[in-house]
C-alpha cells in the first residue's frame, strides 16, 4: 500500500487525502487514502477522486473481505475501452462472475464497476505494473478533466 501511495505522490498537482481523527472526515474514511488531481493543494468541492485505497469493509462493500488485517483494496477509475480490456465485460454490462475477494486480480469494483472503476485487493507480482500503468492514466485524465474545467476563454 505505501508504494502505491508513494507512487502517486510523486504525480505532479497529486493531493492524496488519508482521513483520520480530528479531521471532518466520518471515521469510516479513517485509515484510507483518496487521491484527486489539485494542483493547488485543496481538496476539490465536487469531484471525485481518481483512485481510492480502502483498507476495510464498508457497510454496502464487504464482498472484497477486507477486514482481516494486511488486507486492502486499490480503486481505479478507468475510461471504457480500458474496463472492456481489463474485464471482458463493458462498465454497465458485467456479466461474468468474480471473486471480488480474490487477491492480485484486476477485476470490476464490486459495487462501483458499472461506472467504471476497478479493483484489486492486494496488489502484487500479478498487478503490479498494470496497477502503475492505470495510476498514471487516471491521474493524466483527473488532470485533463481539470484542465477543461479551468480553461480561460
Keep these: 500500500m505505501e508504494e502505491i501511495i508513494e507512487l502517486a505522490q510523486g504525480f505532479e498537482g497529486v493531493l492524496v487525502v488519508a482521513p483520520g481523527p480530528g479531521g471532518n472526515a466520518p471515521a469510516i474514511a479513517w485509515g484510507d487514502s483518496f487521491f484527486y488531481y489539485a494542483p493547488d493543494g485543496?481538496?476539490?468541492a465536487n469531484v471525485q477522486p481518481y483512485a481510492t485505497i480502502v483498507t476495510k469493509n464498508y457497510p454496502d462493500d464487504t464482498?472484497?473481505?477486507?477486514?482481516?488485517?494486511?488486507?486492502?483494496?486499490?480503486?481505479?477509475?478507468v475510461d471504457p475501452a480500458t474496463f472492456l480490456q481489463l474485464t471482458g465485460d463493458a462498465p454497465r454490462t458485467?456479466?461474468?462472475m468474480?471473486?471480488?475477494?480474490?487477491?492480485?486480480?484486476v477485476m470490476p469494483h464490486p459495487v462501483y464497476g458499472p461506472l467504471g472503476w476497478i479493483a484489486v485487493v492486494n496488489p502484487a507480482d500479478a498487478t503490479i505494473e498494470t496497477v502503475r500503468g492505470l495510476l498514471?492514466?487516471?491521474?493524466?485524465?483527473?488532470?485533463?478533466?481539470?484542465?477543461?474545467?479551468?480553461?480561460?476563454?
Design 42 to 44: 485543496q481538496m476539490p
Design 63 to 77: 464482498t472484497s473481505g477486507l477486514d482481516p488485517d494486511g488486507r486492502w483494496r486499490l480503486n481505479i477509475h
Design 94 to 96: 458485467i456479466h461474468q
Design 98 to 105: 468474480w471473486n471480488y475477494a480474490a487477491a492480485d486480480v
Design 136 to 153: 498514471r492514466t487516471a491521474h493524466a485524465a483527473a488532470r485533463a478533466r481539470w484542465e477543461r474545467r479551468h480553461e480561460k476563454n
